[in-house]
Every structure is written in C-alpha cells, then in structure tokens.
C-alpha cells in the first residue's frame, strides 16, 4: 500500500519563513534517475500541477505522480546545522544513500 509522504511542522515552518506559500510557490520533491546511487531527489520551489499531490494549506509540499511511489512513507523534514540548512528526507524505501542526502537506490 502506498502511503503519502509526511512533512514536518519544522519544514512547514521554513517554508513560511521563506514566504513561499505568500509568493504562490510550493516546495517540490521529485525523484529522478541519476546521482551516485541511482536516484537523486530535486527540491526545488516551483508552483503545484493539476496531477499534483498537495500538502498542506498555506505552505504546500508538492509531488509529481512519477515520484510518489518512490516517496511512500517518506518524511519531509527541515534540518539547520552547523554544516548546513537544508530539507532533508527520510525516507524507508532507500536501501543505501550517499553521504550528501541527496542520492539513494532502492
């Protein structure tokens, strides 16, 4: 059974701290083939499609048909470190991932 990505209130938050969702943007996750390990994920800010998952109400999180099974379970998260802020996903499908975070394979 696919279940739909969960977002944290904390990259909700970043996203109002941005003004994403007052500019009529959404924080994109998609999936693509690719990166050193087989997937990559491309988050980027862009507005919702049609064919669109939407999460959220103010501030939205989108996901594109293609990469919605990739992302079943998945959480969404922002993380502020001293090496960095980011979103960051946690995802249960990935069987490895690459040190940046941003590479995995299934």
């Known amino acids: ?6 977002v944290t209130q904390r990259a909700f938050d970043r996203l ?3 003004g994403a969702g007052a500019e ?3 924080l994109r996750i998609a999936v693509e083939g690719g990166g ?3 997937f990559q994920y491309e988050i980027k ?3 919702a499609n049609d064919e669109d998952l939407v999460i959220g109400d103010g501030e939205k999180v989108v996901v594109d048909p293609v990469s919605l099974p ?3 379970g998945a959480t969404i998260d922002f993380s502020d470190e001293l090496i960095g802020a980011r979103f960051v996903i946690d995802n249960p499908n990935a069987s490895s991932s690459c040190g940046c975070g941003t590479s995995f394979s299934m």
Request: aromatic fraction near 4%; charge should be negative.
């Open 1 to 6: 059974m696919q279940l739909p990505p969960k």
């Open 16 to 18: 109002a701290e941005i």
């Open 36 to 38: 050193c390990s087989g």
């Open 24 to 26: 009529g943007q959404a």
């Open 45 to 47: 800010l862009d507005t």
């Open 70 to 72: 990739f992302l079943s």
